[in-house]
């Protein structure tokens, strides 16, 4: 991570379109200069990159209703918001600053959104993906939760530089499936993060040196699941323009049966600030040091509703609880002695009684005379 030598410009354009299967959009993005304060760049162009940065952003929400509408929407206002308010408190903000601010604003606005899904129960749960692109000077960074993506194509090569915050990813790392394997599986669209569901997140921060003509794609799971990446570099060389890039994107992934939302933002980078084209350099997911705890294993799996077919399998039926012992018994207690009873009527031990007395006197009476 160096500091420019020059002046760097971009130019950008993002399209984001509903898809052929949902009724409406759930994904949102952003383009925002920070020291013009200003998101309106995806017209015209190129465009100096100033001292505050420059930042992009695809949301993609879920919730369904109108919650992942929300979700991806808040969270675009929330992250541009509060990095304008952090390089107003910076103004001569370092590459180091700028990530952490990065960083920073992808987590407020977690803590934002879980807190407004808590108080309104109509959207409950709803949550969003973020992938959060910022440049500051010749470097780029990415804040990155749940499974939108980025890539960065040079030489003609389209490299991801995101890693998703999913199953599947978590699957392939472990080296239990192998990338095309994962791609192909129904459990793809499980991720392990996303902003609202719960209260704390880890953000996967990562960075990349930028050069001359060097393009970067970030989209939606409703693109990345339809074109692959060296699709997306076949269609850079041979389409340069970035505005019908974008039209022919999105027509491909509706082509191929538009079964979500499709998003794309395209950011050409040039100026002398940059190195050339022909110097090489490393391209890839390049992580920077974190220490906060990886926080991946306190969440519980979200999954993101998938149209028909089904994109994700049902999460299998928890198996039921053992029957619990039952308690132990005391021991039984012998019975009390029976009380014993008496025999015959009332009358009847009154007649003998009187049979005995009579008997007795007249034993009396013979013995006197």
Known sequence: MTSARGPVFLTVRARTDLGRTRDHNEDAFLVADLSARTTDLTNGGPHRVGERGTVFLVADGMGGAA????????????????????????????????????????????????????????????????????????????????????????????????????????????????????????RRNIILQALGPDAKIRVDLTWQELHRGDVLVICSDGLSGQIKREEIAALLQQESDLDALCDQLIAIANERGGPDNITVVLVRFDGEGLRPASDSGEVGYQNLPNDEPDSDEMLSVKARPAPPPPEAAAPEPAPPPEPPEPPELPAPQPSPPTPPTRTGSPAAMAAITGGLLLLLVLLYLLLRR
């Open 67 to 186: 919650a992942g509408e929300l979700a991806s929407s808040m969270a675009a206002d929330l992250i541009f918001r509060h990095l304008i308010q952090s390089s107003s408190l910076e103004p001569n903000t370092t590459q180091e600053q700028f990530a952490q601010q990065l960083r920073s604003a992808v987590v407020q606005a977690n803590e934002r959104i879980h807190r407004y899904s808590k108080e309104h129960p109509d959207v409950r749960g709803m949550g969003t993906t973020a992938t959060v692109a910022g440049v500051l000077g010749d470097t780029l960074y990415l804040a990155q939760v749940g499974d939108s993506r980025g890539y960065l194509v040079r030489g003609g090569v389209a490299t991801q530089i995101t890693k998703d915050q999913s199953l599947m990813q978590r699957l392939v790392d472990a080296g239990e499936l192998t990338e095309e394997e994962a791609e192909q599986s129904e």
